[in-house]
């Protein structure tokens, strides 16, 4: 079966610090994996993806994330938090003969304090 | 560049009624898909449409229908509204009837049923 584990429900950072979200998958066939971000009563935004190639992503709003193959990871990184950064993260995995469909993760919520 | 644009924002129902909820996809995509967020959880994936037909459905009754017109809009239609259906129905665009390059997402409909 496809999953996606994000294996903590928050993450507490300090405002100028490094943050990492952890986020695992299970699929079948080549990944195609995200990550999006919500703000409280928004929709999902679009922070980054891996197809294919680097393994090293780098997306909006500065972060960054490590596609990890043997390790079916895919964490989401940023060198320096901002308060402004403090939301709910998901990530999602495409399996490479799934079509369209989006396996998201539970979600991660991301606090920055100053 | 208009997003993709949901309506209504938020609405009440009430246990046993049919609801329609409606989404306009990002100018230039051709594919609508349709995820239920419920409180706490991550988006689950309802069914995708390209080309005015279902090309692919998540684990949802019957009960969950939906429509794409030849301007690529789409409806999602709840008939029988069950307590269990209270959620955040996102919609989501692409191009192509794939994701290969990611969502993008309304800021979605709060549907509550009473």
């Known amino acids: 079966a496809q999953s996606v584990a994000q294996p903590e429900d928050q993450v507490n950072v300090a405002e100028g610090n490094p943050l990492t979200v952890k986020c695992t998958y299970s699929?079948?066939?080549?990944?195609?994996l995200f990550w999006y971000v919500q703000y409280p009563n928004r929709g999902l935004q679009f922070l980054l993806k891996y197809i294919t190639g680097d393994n090293l992503v780098k997306g909006s709003y500065g972060f960054e994330a490590e596609f990890n193959k043997s390790q079916t990871s895919f964490h989401l990184k940023k060198p320096s938090a901002l308060v402004s950064d403090s939301a709910l993260y998901f990530c999602a995995v495409r399996g490479g003969n799934q079509g369209g469909k989006l396996i998201f993760g539970q979600g991660t919520e991301l606090s920055v304090k100053p | 560049d208009a997003g993709v644009t949901q309506s209504p924002t938020h609405l009440i129902k009430t246990r046993g009624q049919q609801v329609t909820l409606r989404c306009s996809p990002k100018s230039g995509h051709d594919t609508v898909s349709w995820y239920q967020q419920a409180l706490g959880q991550g988006p689950q994936f309802i069914f995708q449409?390209?080309?005015?037909?279902?090309?692919q459905r998540g684990n949802f009754p019957d009960r969950f229908s939906g429509h794409q017109f030849p301007n690529y809009s789409s409806e999602l239609n709840v008939n029988a509204l069950l307590l269990g259906d209270s959620a955040l129905y996102l919609c989501?665009?692409?191009?192509?009837?794939?994701?290969?390059?990611?969502?993008?997402f309304g800021s979605g409909t709060r549907l509550t049923v009473v």
């Open positions: 449409y390209y080309e005015e037909e279902e090309r």
């Open positions: 699929v079948s066939g080549n990944p195609y």
């Open positions: 989501a665009s692409s191009s192509g009837g794939t994701a290969s390059y990611g969502y993008t």
